[in-house]
């Protein structure tokens, strides 16, 4: 259903522009508008990520051609791999909260020998994909599918040594309630890593307070937070948040977990705009946060911009050890 929504958008999206429908200004509000149309409810974090993922469910036919993707997803992000390493986890319970297709799954087993590896997700679609790629790999994993609108975890209190999440959190209704569920799963020297979106990055202050709003025109009305929602994971993602390293640290707090911001993964898309900086800085329209934001950049030996000493990408990477 969701990708014929998608063309019966791509078709009427002219003629919602024409009479001036608001929710026309983008691909995603058109969609929406769709489903409003048709009588339909708004798609559920889970059924979005059903029928997307970030393979675009492709078949992996080799152990050679699996390593090479991740190899490859790994490079389009910056400093990524230092910051939420997947070796070192050798006899440990290790979960994976919202492992998708697998990539990191792969990660872990190929890497460290952990005593138990879980992968947990929404997506049936997913969880199935992540099954046929650990068996490539012959590596043995324990998938459950866990429901969006229920945080509770099936496993045991202090059960687990590590958890990693790396870009889930920010999709989901509740994180406060899940990551209460990690603080009673976790044990008492265990300790996480997650990965959120970064609001103090060049996705939110170039990407699209330049790019998107001014240069495009996109997302009349919006603020900058609620125009970020449709740029990051495709049209039609439901949820998709940004936080300040402040906010993140506070949040983790309300859930019973002492949190440091490791720092900040910078995306090949990002770098990419990064030219446009200097565009972006004489536009009278930038407001004046993204305009400081930009203008305050500076830039480590690898030609890599960092805002305030931390990497300006949009990748924030965090460790959590209970309070």
Request: aromatic share 10%.
């Given at each position: 259903?969701?990708?014929?929504l ?41 059924s ?62 190929t ?12 997506s ?11 068996h490539l ?13 229920n ?24 994180p ?122 500076t ?25």
């Amino acid at each position: 259903m969701g990708y014929i929504l998608e063309r019966i958008a791509s078709y009427l999206k002219p003629a919602l522009n024409f009479v001036k429908c608001e929710a026309a200004s983008t691909h995603v509000a058109t969609v929406r508008t769709i489903r409003k149309l048709l009588g339909l409810k708004q798609e559920t974090s889970a059924s979005y990520w059903t029928r997307h993922n970030v393979t675009s469910h492709h078949v992996f036919n080799s152990v050679e051609e699996s390593l090479n993707y991740n190899e490859w997803r790994i490079l389009q992000y910056h400093y990524a791999i230092d910051l939420m390493p997947v070796s070192g986890f050798d006899g440990k319970v290790v979960l994976d909260y919202g492992c998708g297709p697998g990539h990191d799954l792969v990660g872990f087993a190929t890497s460290s020998r952990p005593s138990r590896l879980i992968g947990m997700d929404v997506s049936p679609t997913s969880l199935a994909e992540s099954e046929a790629r650990m068996h490539l790999h012959g590596a043995k994993v324990e998938l459950i599918r866990i429901r969006e609108n229920n945080a509770e975890l099936p496993l045991p209190d202090a059960s687990v040594d590590f958890i990693h999440s790396a870009g889930v959190l920010h999709h989901t209704p509740d994180p406060e309630r899940i990551l209460r569920e990690f603080r009673r799963i976790i044990k008492a020297d265990g300790h996480a890593q997650i990965m959120v979106y970064n609001y103090d990055s060049l996705w939110i202050h170039l990407y699209v307070a330049y790019r998107h709003l001014l240069v495009e025109g996109r997302f009349a009305g919006k603020t900058l937070r609620e125009a970020f929602i449709a740029t990051t994971d495709g049209p039609g993602c439901p949820i998709a948040e940004c936080y300040t390293a402040s906010e993140f640290i506070a949040l983790a707090k309300r859930a019973g977990f002492a949190a440091t911001l490791r720092g900040c993964a910078i995306s090949s898309l990002e770098m990419r705009m990064l030219a446009r900086r200097w565009d972006a800085l004489c536009d009278k329209r930038l407001p004046s946060e993204s305009r400081r934001f930009l203008y305050d950049l500076t830039f480590d030996e690898r030609g890599i911009p960092r805002h305030r000493g931390v990497v300006a990408g949009v990748s924030a990477c965090y460790h959590l050890a209970p309070a």
